[in-house]
């Protein structure tokens, strides 16, 4: 087999490889797959702080670095970090059929490259401290001595892991890093609102959260208040464990039980979330107050907002309690009063695609389904779904604006088409999804020849957008057949939709003779 190879050094690159650094937009979202100079007075996106981190780390060898009078594998130090930020190299490949000879490979390599003062990749470094992504094994609490030794949390490998599955890299240290006995974590993956980049915060989206939170199997009951106060990186290192409690503190002439200290609320939030800034952590606690799922024990200090401090007390409420299922929630029928409504024979076929219908648009089904998806090893399908739904909202407003779309925006819209294709298409991909062979083969075709000039480019990208809508659906279908069933019989799932009441609109719907839409759009 011969293999033709492209090399293209790009500054415009799919989204997933790019530094998106913005300046404040009144709310609005920023433009997407730029690589702009990183200066202080810009902020950057949420995921695409989380890229860089993942870049940087995918740059670095990860060896073995002397810690006292020992060798600590999969470590790097702070020179290392900074020097390779300073001046940062990514450069992948990806492989497709060569649509006039099958027997032939045609490989692309994107290069991407990126540079920044070293005072401003000290800075990023910091930050990567502040999100728990990273944890020094000396104790230090900043970047600033060049020879501290440094290693990724739990919580880092998970969000490097999650990265380069979406990205096809398979470098030999990074997959020593995954298989090694510290890759523990099963993160609690928090949406965001895509116009502001803020955390959805409904009333059944915080319930789901803190079922986490609070522990579903019980709480997390430390022997003596010290061992509930200490505020190591490691106390959360699987994610599955509650927040840190003490069976009983005497506050005053009182005692509580099951109390936890505002510091190990944020802490366990910061190290067993997706969130990066411990404001954050503040907004989710002081919800979990607002809807009445834990209370402070001093109610004469009491104030609106959460404290995260060691000093403030806060109990379980006997709500939260039934809402962690630590007690019994009154019991009744998973579907709620629209089991009694037969649906109509002619509804029934759809009944699963109603469901994903619902499962979609709700952020607290949608929380859980994804966390049953990734149990299940079929996470990519969601993900790609939402990926592809997104690309096409960003398609449609590129129209909007200028039709056709300017040049600059059609290649920029290849580039998040590349970026898609090769996450969860290309033959080999760790995402590889299971979609019909010819629509797969009319993908690669036109993947292959999205090049030329701007009229070339911008038939492709329309040819392109119009597959992958067909794609989307596909995998749509696949999921409402295959994966919503089994979620909806899944037991440890069965009081959320209880609660949520997944199957009344349904009922309702079918006994009115009414369709639900095919997909959520």
């Not at 779904?385 to 290849?414: C, H, I, W």
Request: proline share 5%; charged share 25%; glycine share 4%.
């Amino acid at each position: 087999m011969s293999v033709r190879s492209q090399e293209k050094r790009l500054f415009l690159v799919p989204f997933s490889f790019a530094v998106l650094v913005f300046p404040p937009t009144q709310g609005k979202p920023p433009p997407r797959g730029r690589t702009r100079e990183l200066t202080r007075s810009l902020c950057v996106a949420i995921q695409d702080f989380k890229d860089l981190f993942s870049t940087l780390m995918v740059s670095l060898p990860l060896t073995a670095h002397r810690v006292r009078f020992t060798k600590v594998d999969h470590t790097f130090t702070s020179e290392e970090a900074i020097n390779n930020l300073g001046s940062l190299k990514f450069s992948q490949s990806n492989r497709m059929p060569d649509p006039r000879d099958p027997t032939r490979i045609v490989t692309t390599t994107t290069t991407t490259t990126f540079s920044m003062a070293k005072e401003m990749a000290r800075s990023i470094c910091q930050k990567f401290l502040e999100a728990r992504f990273v944890e020094s094994l000396e104790g230090k609490t900043d970047f600033g001595s060049r020879t501290s030794v440094w290693q990724m949390t739990a919580k880092g490998i998970h969000i490097l892991q999650r990265f380069c599955s979406r990205n096809g890299i398979q470098s030999a240290h990074i997959q020593q890093v995954f298989q090694s006995p510290r890759n523990t974590m099963q993160l609690v993956i928090l949406e965001r609102e895509p116009e502001t980049d803020k955390l959805n915060h409904d009333e059944a989206t915080i319930e789901v959260i803190f079922r986490r939170f609070a522990g579903q199997e019980g709480p997390n009951v430390k022997t003596t208040t010290t061992a509930s106060d200490s505020d190591s990186v490691q106390d959360y290192s699987t994610g599955m464990v509650g927040v840190k409690v003490a069976k009983e503190r005497k506050v005053g002439d009182k005692v509580y039980f099951n109390t936890f200290t505002g510091r190990a609320a944020s802490d366990w939030l910061m190290d067993c979330c997706t969130m990066v800034d411990r404001r954050e952590t503040v907004e989710i606690s002081t919800l979990f107050m607002e809807y009445g799922l834990i209370a402070p024990v001093d109610m004469a200090a009491h104030i609106a907002r959460f404290a995260p401090t060691k000093s403030a007390i806060y109990y379980v409420t006997p709500k939260g309690q039934r809402v962690a299922g630590w007690v019994d929630s009154p019991k009744g029928s998973i579907n709620g009063d629209a089991a009694s409504i037969r649906p109509r024979e002619g509804a029934v076929r759809d009944s699963n695609s109603n469901r994903m219908t619902v499962i979609l648009k709700d952020p607290a089904l949608r929380l859980l389904f994804r966390e049953f998806l990734r149990d299940t090893h079929c996470e990519e399908n969601l993900s790609f779904y939402q990926d592809v739904r997104e690309f096409l909202t960003g398609y449609a407003a590129a129209k909007k604006v200028s039709n056709p779309p300017k040049p600059e925006s059609v290649r920029e819209m290849l580039a998040w088409a590349y970026s898609l294709y090769n996450a969860f298409l290309a033959p080999g991909s760790p995402c590889e999804l299971n979609i019909d062979h010819n629509l797969r083969s009319a993908l690669a075709a036109r993947m292959t020849r999205a090049v030329g000039d701007n009229e070339a480019m911008m038939e492709s990208l329309e040819a392109v957008a119009s597959l992958f809508e067909q794609a989307k659906n596909s995998v749509f279908k696949l999921m409402a057949s295959d994966s919503v069933p089994k979620f909806a019989r899944e037991p440890k799932y069965q009081s959320v939709l209880r609660e949520r009441n997944l199957e009344a609109p349904l009922a309702v719907a079918a006994a009115a003779g009414i369709a639900a839409p095919r997909n959520s759009g």
